[in-house]
């Protein structure tokens, strides 16, 4: 009978003891912080798969919270409401983002908090939200997951293009075009010669007109020359004119004076006038004669008896 209840008690006591360690397990596992914590709230637009209750919540690799509860947003099922329960003191900033962070490679995850600068005021609870509510952020998965949604959209549009760039039709076009290419560069090579001459006279070309503008300001010399003189006459007229108005207002002694030095200098301006006529109407015959003067100049006089060989 004594064996019979030793046997009890020890039953007993191992099954206290393991009762107790497994509660002490759990409690541990749990992170349950005996301090007290505030509540956020979380809208997560992307799955959470991974994410459990008591999941650990960490502020730039530090642990300051553990998340209190999963569900759906009552007015908008495509969110997930999560909320948080955060020790005391940690500083939630307007600018705070929270992100689902992996585990290692298990799939598990827990809600990393970023961002929060000095000067920036604590987040705050807006009207109609239980709690204030931490701004959330995609994560490295749905990043990489857009990403690749991205690309393989961009490779089907690319296979598509490239499939109606290979078509029948197009493969024809190109195929033309090779057969005229070909047509076309027969014709160059059997045209060859005419197209060196071709060639040598647009060179002949370019050098004439090369000649032409290096004569050019010679020959807008002479002309600007003439307008020159022009201008001298026509000061010396306006010069002479005013003189006679003055010897008109002045009298019978301004006629005198006007006999004396006047008509001498209009008997010198008529013979420059008569001069200038001269050379406009021997420009004008040379410029009819050879109307290449005016951009190649005029031409060299025939050497004198004895220049040739000079």
Known sequence: MESRVSYAAVGAFVLILSTALIGLGLWLGSDVSVQNQSRYSVYFTESVSGLYTNAPVKYHGVIVGRVEQMALARQDPQRVHVIL?????TPIKIDTKAKLDPQGVTGVVYIELTGGTKDTPLLTRTEGEPYPVIESTPSLFSRLDEALSDSLQTLNNLADQVGRLLSDENQRNVQSILSQLSVFSTMLADNSHHLANSMASVETLLDASTTAVNHLPDTLGKVRETLDRWDALADRLENTGARLEDMANAGQSGLTHFDT??????????????????DLSNFTHDLQNNPRMLLFGSPKAAPGPGEAGR
Do not use: Q, S, V, W
């Open 85 to 89: 329960a955060i020790n005391e003191g």
């Open 261 to 278: 030095r006047t008509l001498p200098e209009i008997d010198a301006f008529i013979g420059d006038l008569r001069n200038l006529a001269d």
